[in-house]
């Protein structure tokens, strides 16, 4: 059964999927305290019910659970839902990283983690599910176009589903079109904060991307790395 916190006129909510009661009850009890409203539900089954109802803005999700682990849980999520996930990993497991990103979480906190890590991050990605601009018109380079006001991504007018992190990183390359975005600039303004060494949630959001957007009609790539500086959008 689902706990929902006290409510808070206009709060965002957060459902927190775990099976660590006490975990939870800590979580949820701070996250309220910072202007989050709280749904808590401690199997995968739960959590792909309640994220799939629609009614909550971000999604904190343990890998290790009953019933339904994680991954499981986030690849039935991203069957009908682009919700942003924030997937809970074991601390120094990068597969469990790499995987969550290329199943479709935006991204992951390896535990144990601090409340105010959390906090950091589950609003650094609802800054990213926010209209990133005022522009109402489409941005188009070539087969590929955005709409920033929706968020909605297109190759040849076709929708292309994506996360919050893709399209910002899309919306990133493509208003420089041609020209090449750095790697740092890209980690603070799509993942909220700065490149680490170790850090390779970009270049996993990046494969994502390039995956979903395909090939130039030549079969060239449409977004290319550029060693040691970052990445551009190619124009043709």
């Known amino acids: 059964?689902?706990?929902?916190?006290?409510?808070?006129?206009?709060?965002?909510?957060?459902?927190?999927?775990?099976?660590?009661?006490?975990?939870c009850q800590m979580l949820a009890e701070y996250l309220n305290g910072e202007g989050f409203?709280?749904?808590?539900?401690?199997?995968?089954?739960?959590?792909?019910?309640?994220?799939?109802?629609?009614?909550?803005?971000?999604v904190v999700m343990d890998i290790t659970m009953p019933v339904m682990d994680g991954f499981e849980a986030l690849r039935r999520i991203r069957k009908a839902s682009d919700v942003p996930v924030l997937m809970l990993t074991a601390r120094g497991d990068e597969v469990d990283r790499i995987v969550g990103l290329e199943l479709g979480a935006d991204d992951y906190l390896p535990k144990p983690f601090s409340s105010r890590e959390l906090v950091a991050r589950l609003r650094a990605i609802l800054r990213r599910?926010?209209?990133?601009?005022?522009?109402?018109?489409?941005?188009?380079?070539?087969?590929?176009?955005?709409?920033?006001?929706?968020?909605?991504?297109?190759?040849?007018?076709?929708?292309?589903?994506?996360?919050a992190t893709e399209f910002v990183i899309a919306e990133l390359l493509l208003r420089s079109a041609g020209k090449v975005v750095?790697?740092?600039?890209?980690?603070?303004?799509?993942?909220?904060?700065?490149?680490?060494?170790?850090?390779?949630?970009?270049d996993t959001h990046m494969a994502n991307l390039r995956?979903?957007?395909?090939?130039?009609?030549?079969?060239?790539?449409?977004?290319?790395?550029?060693?040691?500086?970052?990445?551009?959008?190619?124009?043709?």
Request: aromatic letters at 4%; charged letters at 30%.
């Open 129 to 163: 599910t926010q209209v990133s601009s005022k522009e109402t018109g489409r941005i188009a380079e070539g087969q590929i176009s955005i709409e920033p006001g929706s968020q909605s991504l297109f190759r040849n007018g076709e929708p292309v589903p994506v996360t």
């Open 211 to 236: 995956k979903k957007l395909g090939t130039a009609d030549d079969g060239s790539p449409l977004i290319k790395t550029v060693r040691g500086q970052g990445y551009i959008f190619v124009t043709h």
């Open 37 to 58: 409203e709280v749904v808590t539900v401690h199997d995968g089954q739960a959590g792909v019910d309640a994220a799939n109802a629609g009614h909550v803005d971000v």
């Open 182 to 202: 750095s790697k740092e600039e890209l980690t603070e303004k799509a993942l909220g904060r700065r490149l680490t060494v170790y850090d390779r949630s970009l």
């Open 1 to 23: 059964m689902a706990h929902e916190t006290d409510k808070h006129p206009d709060a965002r909510r957060v459902l927190l999927v775990d099976d660590d009661l006490q975990l």
